[in-house]
């Protein structure tokens, strides 16, 4: 079946540091892939997503390119902020209103000065 | 943005009763879904419901759950017997019909805890 593969469980981050959070994906047919952000105590909100190999989604700053020959959609953030502390949540979707399928998230955390 | 409602936040019930989890979903939203996540572990798919339909249903979906939006009112997810296993956080999630609205909108969660 789908699956959707995020390496790292957790990343501790200085302010300002350059975040890359690892995503890869293996699918029957060519699905639509998303990035979702989960605050403590709430549901995943949306972050963007992109349905076609090359295709960049982006949204406050995180960016993630489409890449069919990787299988991968990588989270990128040039400078991170401590309002960024979440889980982030790589997914995929392989048809019409199809259920998500997603990884098994990565927590983004502040390190101390 | 649009806004997912789910109530309650929190229920405890004993094992072999019966829970209703509540949902009410962005008001022009047509596709409906149920998510279960055991604490620590990855979000997992349970059921997706359109037109007063189960579209699609995973392995977690057993016999003793069911789903309905009677006259538009709350998306329910229904628990009966409830089981130790049950115990998780269930979110609900809707989305638009068209193609351009493929991002499902979530709900900040029920916690279940069965005991």
């Known amino acids: 079946g789908d699956s959707v593969t995020q390496t790292e469980g957790q990343v501790a981050l200085s302010e300002e540091d350059f975040l890359t959070i690892h995503c890869n994906y293996s699918a029957s047919g060519y699905p639509a892939l998303f990035w979702y952000v989960q605050y403590p105590g709430e549901g995943p909100q949306f972050l963007f997503r992109a349905s076609r190999d090359k295709e960049k989604g982006s949204s406050r700053g995180f960016e993630a390119t489409y890449d069919k020959g990787t299988t991968s959609f990588h989270l990128r953030k040039a400078s991170v902020q401590e309002s960024d502390s979440a889980v982030y949540y790589c997914a995929l979707c392989t048809g019409f209103a199809s259920a998500l399928t997603f990884g098994s998230g990565t927590k983004v955390i502040p390190c101390l000065p | 943005g649009p806004k997912v409602l789910q109530i309650p936040s929190h229920q405890i019930i004993d094992m072999g009763q019966m829970v209703t989890l509540n949902c009410d979903p962005v008001s022009n939203h047509l596709y409906f879904y149920w998510y279960k996540q055991i604490l620590g572990q990855q979000m997992e798919f349970l059921v997706n419901?359109?037109?007063?339909?189960?579209?699609?249903k995973s392995k977690l979906f057993k016999d003793q759950f069911s789903v309905e939006r009677p006259d538009g009112s709350y998306f329910t997810l229904k628990i009966q017997p409830t089981a130790l296993e049950d115990s998780a956080v269930y979110f609900c999630a809707s989305r638009r019909l068209d193609w351009g609205g493929a991002e499902q909108f979530f709900g900040p969660g029920t916690r279940l805890t069965v005991l």
């Open positions: 419901f359109y037109n007063g339909k189960v579209m699609e």
